[in-house]
T-cell receptor, first 112, second 112 residues
Framework: KNQVEQSPQSLIILEGKNCTLQ??????????LRWYKQDTGRGPVSLTI?????NTKSNGRYTATLDADTKQSSLHITASQLSDSASYIC???????????FGAGTRLTVKP | DVKVTQSSRYLVKRTGEKVFLECVQD?????MFWYRQDPGLGLRLIYF???????EKGDIPEGYSVSREKKERFSLILESASTNQTSMYLC???????????FGPGTRLTVL
C-alpha cells in the first residue's frame, strides 16, 4: 500500500475554475512535503515545500496547505489556465531527506 | 538554472540486451537519483548516489546497477533487459540531503 495517497486520480475542469487536489500520508518521521508539477513528457518541477511548522504556502495561483496532525495536504489552484494541465505529485520526505515517498499523482486537465 | 539531461528521450531494446541510461547535471550537485515511473504507482527509487563512486540501493534495485565515476554523471545499467522493465526512467539531482531534487526530462524505455 502506497504511504502517500492522492485524490482524485484524475480531474477535468474548465478554464478559469478553481480546483483542489488532496494528499494523505502515513509515513513518519515527517520532514517536509513538496508538491511537484509534471508536464507531459517532462520531469517533475517543484511548486511548494512545507515543513512541519508551516500550514500554508503559496506560489502564484498555487496554494498548498498542510495539516501535520491529520497528515493531510492539499493543493489549491485558482483561476485555472490551460497550461495547468499536468500531473501533480505529492512527495513526503522522511527524517533522512534522501528518503522520499511519492504519491501516484493527480492528472489535471483544463479545458477551454 | 539547474539542468539535468538524460541521454535519450525514447529507447527501444530487446529482451536480454544490456541497456545504459546516462544522466548528467551541470550544477555540481552531490546527490543523484534514478527513479522509474509507472502509471498508478508514482515514482519509485531505484538507486541513489551521494558522492562519486558511492551508491545506495533504493526501493527497487533488483535488475539494475549504477555507476558514478564523475560527480556530474550518474548511469543506470540494465544488465539484461526484461519486458517488465518497460517504463519511464527519471534522473534527479540535489545539492544535499535537505535540498530540492531537480529532475531530467525522462527516458521512456520499451523492452520488446
Amino acid at each position: 500500500k502506497n504511504q502517500v495517497e492522492q485524490s482524485p486520480q484524475s480531474l477535468i475542469i474548465l478554464e478559469g475554475k478553481n480546483c483542489t487536489l488532496q494528499c494523505n500520508y502515513t509515513v513518519s518521521p515527517f520532514s517536509n512535503l513538496r508538491w511537484y508539477k509534471q508536464d507531459t513528457g517532462r520531469g517533475p518541477v517543484s511548486l511548494t515545500i512545507m515543513t512541519f511548522s508551516e500550514n500554508t504556502k503559496s506560489n502564484g495561483r498555487y496554494t498548498a496547505t498542510l495539516d501535520a496532525d491529520t497528515k493531510q495536504s492539499s493543493l489549491h489552484i485558482t483561476a485555472s489556465q490551460l497550461s495547468d494541465s499536468a500531473s501533480y505529485i505529492c512527495v513526503v520526505s522522511l527524517g533522512n531527506n534522501n528518503d522520499m515517498r511519492f504519491g501516484a499523482g493527480t492528472r489535471l486537465t483544463v479545458k477551454p | 538554472d539547474v539542468k539535468v539531461t538524460q541521454s535519450s528521450r525514447y529507447l527501444v531494446k530487446r529482451t536480454g540486451e544490456k541497456v545504459f541510461l546516462e544522466c548528467v547535471q551541470d550544477m555540481d550537485h552531490e546527490n543523484m537519483f534514478w527513479y522509474r515511473q509507472d502509471p498508478g504507482l508514482g515514482l519509485r527509487l531505484i538507486y541513489f548516489s551521494y558522492d562519486v563512486k558511492m551508491k545506495e540501493k533504493g526501493d527497487i534495485p533488483e535488475g539494475y546497477s549504477v555507476s558514478r565515476e564523475k560527480k556530474e554523471r550518474f548511469s543506470l545499467i540494465l544488465e539484461s533487459a526484461s519486458t517488465n522493465q518497460t517504463s519511464m526512467y527519471l534522473c534527479a539531482s540535489s545539492l544535499g540531503s535537505y535540498n530540492e531534487q531537480f529532475f531530467g526530462p525522462g527516458t521512456r524505455l520499451t523492452v520488446l
